[in-house]
């Protein structure tokens, strides 16, 4: 009995040594699938089934690993945004910031950017691992690939280092929310609003309706101007010879006006202040006058300034400067008309009109001109950003 079982294991000890072994090694998955089923050529292919099921492995543990890492972070995004909502809501009812649906809109957004970038990244770290990892389990040597991708990677740099510029810059502009989508910016002097933000340009549409893009590295300076409040800042033009006290008494209560107007003043979130002489020269003296206003609201806040204080100088007879022209071409008359009287029945001679009365602080007395189009217009509008 036993010589016959010695019999029937020595040759298949034989044929499995001679089918399954690899420098002096049998692989046990050769020898069991041959001994189960006798098949030499299905033996033979054991390494083969054996590291594809690795490979499968592999890629389904970096598929689960991907895919749980960016459930969980955006599991913590989606936690985060009631979170930054109620900080909004706290916000502006203490009155810190106005229009809390679009500051939610800019957090959400660079909440959802910065999600997205991470989801990006966590993705490619596991990809790439799972690759090698695969590539080390076929046999393949790693040092000559890694070398190969280190002067790719060089290479590739060099061509797209302009590319990489951009998207770090994008999203060091998301993280320290420099600007959103709505706001008004000013890139190389020209104004527009932000229409799209993403990692590598920003679109922004100016006053004339032209779409400009930008690659976010190529912006060395960037203006924001819809933070949190603005300031109209204006310089009124006055004669030499005008009394500046009453110049700046008046200024003062044209802005006093426009700041307690029921239309315009909802803008105002500061007194009006006279800073004094801006200038003093040949051309006349400026006399700079500011308002602190909410954000985008200083260009029709200023433009309300300069139409009033026009107005009331006309009334309080106080000139602005003003530069002698010699026209020429003309065959009689003078070329600058005084206050003299003159032969009006002289041939060719025009009377000049009356010196006007020398100005007076008009204290309360300034009337302000009534409704017009542009009032017209912020009713039924509302307010909206008018660059200048």
């Known amino acids: ?103 939610r809109t800019r957090r959400l957004q ?41 002067l790719i990677g060089v290479i590739v740099g060099f061509g797209a280092q302009q ?34 933000v993403g990692l590598r340009s920003t679109a922004f549409r100016d006053l004339d309706g032209v779409v400009h893009h930008v690659l976010n590295g190529y912006m060395q300076r960037v203006g924001n101007l819809s933070q949190h409040w603005a300031r109209a800042t204006y310089d009124v033009p006055v004669a030499l010879d005008a009394d500046v006290a009453v110049a700046k008494a008046i200024i003062h209560k044209v802005a006093t006006d426009v700041a307690r107007d029921p239309v315009w003043g909802a803008d105002v979130i500061g007194e009006p202040e006279i800073w004094g002489v801006q200038d003093y020269g040949p051309n006349g003296v400026l006399v700079r006058v500011v308002i602190a206003t909410k954000p985008l609201r200083n260009w029709d806040i200023k433009r309300q300034l300069r139409e009033r204080i026009k107005f009331a100088f006309d009334r309080a007879n106080i000139r602005m400067p003003s530069q002698l022209v010699d026209v020429g071409g003309q065959a009689t008359g003078h070329p600058v008309a005084t206050h003299r009287a003159v032969d009006a029945d002289a041939p060719g001679v025009v009377a000049a009109p009356d ?19 542009t009032d017209r217009l912020r009713l039924q509008h509302g307010p909206q950003p008018r660059p200048d």
């Open 110 to 150: 660079r909440l959802h950017a910065v999600t997205g970038v991470l989801r990006g990244l966590i993705a490619a770290v596991v990809w790439i691992a799972a690759f090698f990892i695969v590539l080390a389990d076929l046999g393949v040597r790693l040092q000559p690939i890694l070398a190969g991708a280190g």
């Open 163 to 196: 590319l990489v510029r951009d998207v770090i810059a994008g999203i060091a502009m998301l993280i320290e929310d420099q600007y959103g989508v709505g706001d008004w910016i000013e890139v190389d002097g020209v104004v527009g609003e932000v229409e799209r």
């Open 355 to 373: 010196a006007p009365e020398p100005a007076e602080d008009p204290g309360d007395d300034v009337d302000l001109p009534t409704r017009d189009h």
């Open 1 to 103: 009995m036993a010589v016959e079982l010695v019999l029937k294991i020595g040759p298949v000890v034989a044929q499995v040594a001679e089918v399954c072994e690899d420098d002096g090694e049998i692989h046990r998955l050769c020898a069991w699938i041959l001994e189960r089923t006798g098949v030499e050529w299905l033996a033979r292919g054991a390494d083969v089934i054996a590291a594809a099921t690795r490979v499968v492995g592999i890629l389904a543990i970096a598929y689960v690993v991907s895919r749980l890492a960016a459930r969980l972070v955006t599991r913590f995004s989606r936690s985060m945004e009631p979170r930054i909502e109620e900080r909004l809501e706290r916000a502006e009812r203490r009155g810190a910031i106005g229009e809390a649906a679009r500051y």
